[in-house]
């Protein structure tokens, strides 16, 4: 797409919406504005291509898809078949999958297909059979109780969550957690790493129906191999999460043991993130579980998304192109990079580095907590989100880190020396910024000072450092 057709392509949707509603038009141009000037490490997001944004702004949008490509609740869906077949067999190329099933709207639908895919599989009941019906309304109040009554208890084990988990392996305020009778493993004290024998150990003891992998805020490589070798052992489903790394694995960067692809029996996938596609989620399969999976909508899910479909079709064609290869290996060399940057500085990371896409920085270092050093990076242009650290004292909400990541810089196209300077901005506020204190005087887990001429100059120093490396150089809004 020329830089011209992208201008007017923005400009036009705009001027559209704004007949309708000026403030949304407004927000979205703001929207495009703070993320040009601000220097965005969260490592969850990333700056879908122009090509995958206008996919999502089309009529399909307008159709409701119930159903599996051919297999449709809904006439008229032919259009929506070719753009869902689209998606899953580029996924299933990309990753070397068996089956792809592409309608999941978010990471966590996309983890309760697969729960409820290794549950109504391994679990046999007259209840479940009859559940295995399309229709879900055929069941009566009698097979429901049934059906509850033997998928209870069910056992899950998944890495806790202030190890680098997500709270969709068994936190217990997560539904993850009340499905199933759940256990964690955690990192070892001293590395901060996994120790697989300790998770072995757990198995057994536990004898988990499944064995989770993947996280959230883990900052190094995981030994696929190794995980299904336990699950095996103690005849455990073996599910990973790969919503982090995606993109790393489309990138073939984590190939052989550390591509959890060929190893587990299930695996769920935001399409965002380091993947760099629209916001929604994805399960790939062995073939022993593809009918179970494709039964997600309606048992998990409603009405697929076909606009989201179509833009992950166009993003997952983007990632089978030959320079994705290479902007998922600048991803894991600019995260090194910060890393190094940061421990230069003599900020603490948990592990000590990274081997991935993220780095952890333990800020009580800093005499702050997580929520302290968000806002005061915040203030200063700086995007990064808290998120605990292995036994954290803070807990999930104040926590006592912050967690950056490479994506969305790699894609502006910045690169080591800049991930250094961005080291520089990031410790300067932290060294800058102190604990506040409550009214009555007490110490504070929120309240922080920062001198905000300091936070100004640090923010311009950021928008100059990006100022070299556009965000979306061909749109022009004005």
């Known amino acids: 797409m020329s830089r011209n057709a992208e201008s007017t392509a923005f400009r036009s949707a705009l001027e559209v919406i704004r007949a309708v509603e000026p403030r949304v038009a ?15 490490l969260i490592a969850s997001e990333n700056y879908a291509s122009p090509a995958t944004l ?19 609740f809904y006439a008229g869906c032919q259009n929506v078949d070719t753009v869902e077949a689209l998606a899953a067999e580029h996924a299933r190329e990309l990753f070397g999958a068996a089956h792809a099933y592409v309608q999941p709207h978010s990471g966590i639908d996309a983890n309760l297909v697969a729960f409820w895919a290794v549950l109504a599989d391994r679990v046999e009941s007259p209840a479940l059979k009859k559940a295995q019906v399309r229709q879900v309304n055929d069941l009566t109040e009698a097979d429901w109780f049934a059906l509850r009554r033997e998928l209870g208890n069910q056992r899950m084990l998944g890495m ?12 217990r305020p997560n539904i993850s957690g009340k499905m199933f009778d759940q256990r964690s493993y955690g990192t070892d004290p001293a590395t901060g790493l996994i120790d ?25 490589k995981v030994n696929f191999r190794i995980l299904r070798e336990i699950a095996d052992s103690v005849g455990a489903t073996f599910m990973v999460d790969m919503a982090h790394f995606a993109g790393l694995v489309a990138g073939k960067v984590f190939t052989g043991d550390f591509d959890p692809v060929p190893h587990a029996h299930i695996v769920t996938t935001t399409t965002h993130k380091s993947l760099r596609g629209p916001r929604g989620g994805m399960v790939l399969c062995q073939p022993e579980l593809a009918d179970q999976v494709d039964r997600g909508c309606p048992m998990v899910l409603g009405g697929p998304l076909p606009h989201v479909m179509a833009a992950k079709a166009v993003a997952l064609a983007e990632a089978r192109r030959p320079d994705f290869a290479d902007y998922a290996q600048r991803i894991v060399d600019n995260a090194q990079a910060l890393a ?26 800093y005499e702050l907590t997580g929520r302290q050093a968000e806002q005061a990076l915040l203030d200063s242009g700086i995007v990064t989100n808290r998120n605990s650290v292995p036994q954290d004292p803070n807990g999930a909400w104040y926590t006592s880190g912050i967690r950056v990541g490479t994506p969305a810089l790699t894609t502006r196209g910045l690169g080591a020396a800049e991930m250094d300077q961005t080291a520089e901005l990031i410790h300067t506020v932290l060294t800058q910024t102190t604990a506040g204190a409550n009214a009555d005087g007490t110490p504070s887990k929120a309240k922080y000072n920062l001198d905000a001429g300091l936070a100004d100059k640090v923010a311009r120093q950021a928008t100059d450092l990006l100022a070299t490396y556009p965000l979306y150089p061909g749109i022009d809004l004005t």
Do not use: C
């Open 26 to 40: 407004d927000a979205i141009g703001a929207e495009l504005t703070d993320q040009r000037e601000s220097l965005k």
């Open 54 to 72: 206008l996919a999502m702004g089309n009529w399909f949008s307008d159709k409701y898809a119930e159903g599996t490509v051919g297999r449709r």
């Open 160 to 171: 806790s969550l202030d190890a680098g988990g997500h709270l969709t392996h068994g936190f």
């Open 196 to 220: 697989y024998d300790r998770v072995a150990e757990a198995a057994r003891e536990f004898k988990p129906l499944i064995l989770v992998g993947g996280y959230s805020a883990y900052p190094r």
């Open 340 to 365: 190094e940057g940061l421990l230069s500085r003599g900020a603490t990371l948990v592990t000590g580095g990274t081997d991935n896409h993220l780095v952890l920085i333990d800020v009580s270092g």
